[in-house]
C-alpha cells in the first residue's frame, strides 16, 4: 500500500494511534463513565463497519500503525470481531482491545482467531457489590471469569485499567496490586477525569485520587517497586513491578501530568467525528468524506485538517461544564 507523508501535527507530534468507537452503545453504565439513564444515539447515525475500516486505511496510509477498538462497549457490536479480522488483514502492526470484559469469554477464541495483538479489560474493584454499586451492574463473575480465561489465551498477558476513587476502591489499591504478584497481569490504575456529565464538579473533587498517591500507598503496603523501562515512550502509564512478579502495576495520570506532549492520538467517534483531544470538545465531522464517491483522498484532507487543529500541550482538563461521556468519546 501507497505510504504517504506521515501525520503529523502543528507541533510535530506524530499521530500514528488510532481509536475507534465502534459504539457509544454499552451493557454496563458505570457511575464515572455515563447517566444510568443515558440516552444512545439513534442507530442510523452510527458509522457501519465498513465505513469505519475505509476510515481506518485512509489513516494507515499516513503511518498510524497502531488502532484499538473500543466504544461504548465494543463487544456489543455485532461484527466487531470480524472487523478485528479486517485492521489485521489491511496491515495494522498493533490491533488492541478496551473492554467491559462482560462479553469477552464467548469471544476470545475468535478474536485470538481473528488476530488481536492485546487486549485491556476495565475492572475497578474485586468486590461483586462493589462492582454493582460501580457499574450499576451485577456482573463481576462473568467479568472475573473472563480475566481467567483470557490468560488462558495468547492475549495473555491481560492489561487490567483500574479508574481509582477515593472512599470507593482506594482501600483496594494494594490488593490489586498484589494480583501482579500472582497473574501475568498489568494492572494500572487511572486517574478520574471529569467526563461523565458531573458538570458541576463536585463528585470529581471528592473522588479524585492521585497517581502519585495511588503509588505511594501501594509502596507504604507491600514495599519497593521497580520501574519498568517503556517499550514505546509514547505510552501513558508509568510502569513497575515488585521483585520476580510475572506482571506490573502501573499508573496514568491524564489529570495530574498530562501526557500531551507526547500524545500520538486520534479518536474516532460512532458516528463519524474525529476527536483529536480528551481536553477539548473539539471534533472534525469526517462522515461526509467516509461516504463521498472517492473516500480516501477525501478523509486525508480531513485528516489533516485535523492534524492542523490538534491542541498544543499544556491544556488542563477543566472540571467545569463537561457534558461529554467517555462512552461518546471512546475512552
Ligand atoms: N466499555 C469499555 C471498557 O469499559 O473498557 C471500553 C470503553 S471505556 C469508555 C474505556 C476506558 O475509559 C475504560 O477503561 C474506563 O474505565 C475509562 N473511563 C471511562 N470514564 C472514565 C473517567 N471518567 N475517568 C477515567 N477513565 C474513564
Ligand atoms: Fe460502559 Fe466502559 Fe463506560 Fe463502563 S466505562 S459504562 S463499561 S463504556
Same mark, same amino acid.
Given at each position: 500500500?501507497a505510504q504517504?507523508?506521515?501525520?503529523?501535527?502543528?507541533?510535530?507530534?506524530?499521530?500514528?494511534?488510532?481509536?475507534?468507537?465502534?459504539?457509544?452503545?454499552?451493557?454496563?453504565?458505570?457511575?464515572y463513565?455515563?447517566p444510568?439513564?443515558?440516552?444512545?444515539?439513534?442507530?442510523?447515525?452510527? +458509522?457501519?463497519?465498513?465505513?469505519m475500516?475505509? $476510515?481506518?486505511e485512509?489513516?494507515?496510509? &499516513? @503511518?498510524?500503525?497502531? /488502532?484499538?477498538? *473500543?466504544?461504548?462497549?465494543p +463487544?456489543?457490536?455485532?461484527?466487531?470481531v470480524? $472487523?478485528?479480522g479486517?485492521?489485521k488483514? &489491511? @496491515?495494522?502492526?498493533? /490491533?488492541?482491545? *478496551?473492554?467491559?470484559?462482560?462479553l469477552?469469554e464467548e469471544?476470545?477464541?475468535?478474536?485470538?482467531?481473528?488476530?488481536l495483538?492485546?487486549i485491556?479489560?476495565?475492572?475497578?474493584?474485586?468486590?461483586?457489590?462493589?462492582?454493582?454499586?460501580?457499574?450499576?451492574?451485577?456482573?463481576?463473575?462473568?467479568?472475573?471469569?473472563?480475566?481467567m480465561?483470557?490468560?488462558?489465551?495468547?492475549?495473555?498477558?491481560?492489561?487490567?485499567n483500574?479508574?481509582?476513587?477515593?472512599?470507593?476502591?482506594?482501600?483496594?489499591?494494594?490488593?490489586?496490586?498484589?494480583l501482579?504478584?500472582?497473574?501475568?497481569?498489568?494492572?494500572?490504575?487511572?486517574?478520574?477525569?471529569?467526563?461523565?456529565?458531573?458538570?458541576?464538579?463536585?463528585?470529581?473533587?471528592?473522588?479524585?485520587?492521585?497517581?502519585?498517591?495511588?503509588?505511594?500507598?501501594?509502596?507504604?503496603?507491600?514495599?519497593?517497586?521497580?520501574?519498568?523501562?517503556?517499550e514505546?515512550?509514547a505510552?501513558?502509564?508509568?510502569e513497575?513491578?515488585?521483585?520476580?512478579a510475572?506482571?506490573?502495576f502501573g499508573i496514568?495520570?491524564?489529570?495530574?501530568?498530562?501526557?500531551?506532549?507526547?500524545?500520538?492520538?486520534?479518536?474516532?467517534?460512532?458516528?463519524g467525528?474525529?476527536?483529536?483531544c480528551l481536553?477539548?470538545?473539539?471534533d472534525?465531522?469526517?462522515?461526509?468524506?467516509?461516504?463521498?464517491?472517492?473516500?480516501?483522498?477525501?478523509?486525508?484532507?480531513?485528516?489533516?485538517?485535523?492534524?492542523?487543529?490538534?491542541?498544543?500541550?499544556g491544556?488542563?482538563?477543566?472540571?467545569?461544564?463537561?457534558?461529554?461521556?467517555?462512552?461518546?468519546?471512546g475512552?
Open positions: 500500500m504517504l507523508t506521515q501525520l503529523t501535527d502543528s507541533y510535530q507530534r506524530k499521530m500514528d494511534y488510532l481509536r475507534i468507537s465502534v459504539t457509544d452503545r454499552c451493557n454496563f453504565r458505570c457511575q463513565c455515563m444510568e439513564d443515558i440516552k444512545f444515539q439513534d442507530k442510523s447515525r452510527i +458509522l457501519t463497519l465498513e465505513e475500516l475505509t $476510515f481506518a485512509a489513516c494507515l496510509q &499516513l @503511518g498510524v500503525t497502531k /488502532v484499538r477498538v *473500543t466504544g461504548g462497549e +463487544l456489543v457490536r455485532k461484527g466487531v470480524k $472487523f478485528v479486517w485492521l488483514d &489491511l @496491515g495494522f502492526e498493533d /490491533v488492541t482491545m *478496551t473492554t467491559n470484559g462482560y469477552l469471544h476470545l477464541d475468535g478474536l485470538v482467531e481473528a488476530g495483538d492485546r485491556n479489560i476495565s475492572l475497578d474493584t474485586l468486590q461483586p457489590e462493589k462492582f454493582a454499586f460501580i457499574t450499576r451492574r451485577d456482573h463481576f463473575g462473568k467479568v472475573w471469569s473472563a480475566v480465561a483470557a490468560l488462558e489465551t495468547p492475549l495473555s498477558p491481560v492489561k487490567i483500574a479508574v481509582a476513587m477515593r472512599g470507593v476502591n482506594d482501600d483496594e489499591i494494594a490488593d490489586m496490586a498484589k501482579t504478584m500472582r497473574y501475568p497481569m498489568h494492572v494500572r490504575f487511572i486517574e478520574l477525569m471529569p467526563l461523565n456529565g458531573d458538570t458541576d464538579g463536585s463528585r470529581f473533587r471528592k473522588l479524585f485520587i492521585s497517581g502519585k498517591e495511588i503509588l505511594e500507598r501501594v509502596q507504604r503496603e507491600l514495599g519497593d517497586l521497580e520501574p519498568v523501562e517503556k514505546d515512550p505510552a501513558p502509564a508509568d513497575f513491578r515488585f521483585e520476580g510475572p506482571g506490573t496514568i495520570t491524564p489529570v495530574s501530568e498530562p501526557f500531551c506532549a507526547r500524545c500520538s492520538r486520534l479518536r474516532l467517534t460512532a458516528d467525528k474525529i476527536h483529536p481536553l477539548t470538545d473539539l472534525v465531522p469526517v462522515k461526509e468524506a467516509i461516504r463521498s464517491p472517492d473516500p480516501i483522498p477525501a478523509i486525508h484532507e480531513v485528516l489533516w485538517k485535523t492534524a492542523r487543529v490538534k491542541p498544543p500541550a491544556l488542563t482538563l477543566p472540571e467545569e461544564a463537561r457534558n461529554r461521556t467517555m462512552s461518546q468519546i475512552g
